[in-house]
């Protein structure tokens, strides 16, 4: 069992930065593909940024150029950097994690219970 620990949500005007950050309770390096995803309300659940057991990067395209997604293995956290945040990102935010081989399988076993993302006009 897998518990993740998402902070960092908060409310942030249009052009504006936070970082999220997940605290994992297992060491994942090497054996979990992890992840953010988001949902909004009437949207479809989006895969935002994932980090592969292989160590490959995958964006949406919605927010490539925009975050960036890191991982402290020392200290089994997941990072989600967004800078020149748009409303259209706003959104709940989860961390997600998968016990993986190399390649994210499009499910996620475990996930942590979701940050809030507001961006304004």
């Known amino acids: 069992q897998v518990q993740l620990v998402e902070s960092g949500g908060g409310s942030v005007q249009s052009g504006g930065s936070l970082r999220l950050s997940c605290a994992a309770s297992?060491?994942?390096?090497?054996?979990?593909?992890m992840g953010w995803f988001r949902q909004a309300p009437g949207k479809e659940r989006e895969e935002v940024a994932t980090?592969?057991?292989?160590?490959?990067?995958r964006y949406a395209d919605s927010v490539k150029g925009r975050f960036t997604i890191s991982q402290d293995n020392a200290k089994n956290t997941l990072y989600l950097q967004m800078n020149n945040l748009k409303p259209e990102d706003t959104a709940m935010y989860y961390c997600a994690a998968d016990p993986c081989k190399g390649t994210y399988g499009g499910s996620w076993r475990y996930r942590g219970q979701g940050t809030q993302v507001t961006v304004s006009s």
């Open positions: 980090i592969e057991s292989g160590g490959r990067i």
């Open positions: 297992v060491y994942t390096y090497s054996r979990y593909c």
